[in-house]
Nanobody
Framework: QVQLVESGGGLVQPGGSLRLSCAAS????????MAWYRQAPGKQRELVAA???????DYGDSVKGRFTISRDNAKNTLYLQMNSLKPEDTAVYYC?????????WGQGTQVTVSS
């Protein structure tokens, strides 16, 4: 049974930082392309950042230069370091695993940026 469990969300002031984690189990983590998506109220889910099995990364335009995605294959864990957070970053953040015709989602973690 595949599980992706996100953690690290919470309430942070504008300009602050958070680090999200996604612990994966039940799959061969190292062969999966991993990504973070987010969904704000009333908006479509959007790609935040992705990382391939080889470590290549891709970012949404709105987070470039502020967010960093990384993975630790030995720990089966995906990370998202979020700096210089803005109110518009407020959303539920989801972990996603993708390999050929299989993909999986986590349950999400809430990030709220507000003073």
């Amino acid at each position: 049974q595949v599980q992706l469990v996100e953690s690290g969300g919470g309430l942070v002031q504008p300009g602050g930082s958070l680090r999200l984690s996604c612990a994966a189990s039940g799959l061969l983590f190292s062969i999966y392309r991993m990504a973070w998506y987010r969904q704000a109220p009333g908006k479509q889910r959007e790609l935040v950042a992705a990382i391939t099995t080889g470590g290549s990364t891709d970012y949404g335009d709105s987070v470039k230069g502020r967010f960093t995605i990384s993975r630790d294959n030995a720990k089966n864990t995906l990370y998202l370091q979020m700096n210089s957070l803005k109110p518009e970053d407020t959303a539920v953040y989801y972990c996603h695993a993708d390999w050929v015709l299989r993909d999986y989602w986590g349950q999400g973690t809430q990030v709220t940026v507000s003073s």
